[in-house]
């Protein structure tokens, strides 16, 4: 508890720490100074961006939840995190960014990047909305078998890829098969038309 040498000492003190509001017919209310947003202004500011209106809420300063059903089930979906269920432990839904769409969908194209592995068939063009990335750690057993060395590993899928002799060398052979049907289809249609126009 605080002495004071005079009651006008005391006074002073509270009209430095206190406002006082004048008494409203309902309650008498009293804040204190800290140069800090109270509490009615920060929902204030919260409810603006929401559903609900200021405005009609707050009454005497105080939040008055409201009646209206649709509005309260609004309300509760929003706060609702999305994730993919309890089945899953609740696996949050992540934000896509391009690195993040070019990477699922290289996963996605996976079977035709090697020939002798096959994959299940993809059930849906969509790319999925809940995953999770993570890294391989390779056991003890497996250090000269299926172990990358410093220099291959990279930070994403298509930088390994990319660094990849065997793929490159797919790709380039796979390439160069595609051009040459395609060529060849076209040879062939230039001399239909040739002919046809040496017939008439």
Not at 27 to 49: D, E, H, R, Y
Not at 129 to 151: C, D, H, M, N
């Amino acid at each position: 508890m605080c002495n004071y040498s005079s009651v006008g000492d005391r006074q002073a003190l509270e009209k430095q720490c206190f406002s006082i509001k004048k008494a409203t017919p309902k309650a008498v209310s009293w804040v204190p100074n800290t140069g800090l947003p109270t509490s009615t202004q920060l929902l204030t500011t919260k409810l603006q961006s929401s559903i609900m209106d200021p405005e009609k809420d707050l009454q005497d300063g105080l939040f008055v939840p409201t009646r209206n059903v649709r509005k309260l089930n609004k309300l509760a979906r929003k706060n609702i995190p999305d994730t993919a269920g309890a089945k899953w432990f609740n696996m949050p839904a992540q934000t896509l960014t391009p690195e993040l769409k070019r990477e699922l969908q290289l996963i996605k194209l996976r079977g035709a990047l090697d020939p002798k592995r096959h994959y299940k068939k993809e059930d849906s063009k969509k790319l999925p909305k809940y995953f999770q990335i993570g890294t391989v750690v390779e056991g003890p057993g497996e250090f000269y078998s299926s172990r990358l060395t410093r220099a291959e590993r990279k930070a994403t899928i298509a930088e390994e890829l990319l660094a990849d002799a065997g793929v490159q060398t797919f790709r380039k052979r796979k390439f160069a098969e595609i051009m040459e049907k395609s060529s060849a289809g076209r040879n062939n249609k230039r001399k239909q038309k040739k002919s046809f126009k040496k017939r008439r």
